[in-house]
C-alpha cells in the first residue's frame, strides 16, 4: 500500500495536517487498514524532503498545513495512470504457512486448511453484512460525502476488493484441499505397486 501516494491525492484536494489527512484516509477505506499519526507525520516528512509537499505554517489551533507542489501533482497523476506492479507481490503469510506445512513433518495441513477455510469465511460473512449496511446507507464513518457520493463509492469498492479477496481466498484453499487428496492417494499408490513388485521376491525366499 502506497501510503504516500495516498497522502499525496488527498493533499492535491485541500492543503491539511497530519491528523485530518489520517481521518479522511480512514474515512475512505473504512478504516479498512488504520494509519498511525505517526506513520503519517513520518511520511510527510519524506514527501517534504523530495519536494512533493511543504509545510506552509500553522492554523489557528497551532496544525502545521501541508500542500501539495507541482512535482506532488505531478506524482499524484502518474500513480492514477500508472498499474499496481505485480512482478514483486507482497509476502502472503498463508501461502508461506502452506508451503511450510506441506514440508514439515508433523504439522496437520489438512487442519491448517480447514481452520484457514473457517476464518476465511467469518470474514467473508462480515464482508457481506457490511456491503448490505453500506447499501442501505447504515454504515457509520464510512467518510465525509461532498453530496456526490464518492465517499459511498469508495468504501464499497473497497468492500468488493475485500469480498473478491476472501472468495479467491476459500476458491484457493478448496484447491490445497484436493492437491493434497490427490497427491496423498497417489502416495498410497505408489506404496502398494512397490509391495506388490516385492511380494514375489519374499515369496521365492
Known sequence: MSVKHALLALL????MYG???RAEFEQRTGTT???NVGQVYTTLTRLERDGLAFADGEDGEGHVIY???DAGRDEVATWFTTPVGRTQPPRDELAIKLALAVTVPGVDVGTVIQQQRSATMAALQDYTRLKRQAAAGAVPDAGADDGSGGADLAWSLVLDSLVFAAEAEIRWLDHCESRLRRAAAGGVGRRNARLDEEAPARGAR
Open 67 to 69: 500542500r501539495i507542489t
Open 19 to 21: 491528523y485530518q489527512l
Open 12 to 15: 492535491e484536494q485541500q492543503p
Open 33 to 35: 487498514w488504520p494509519l
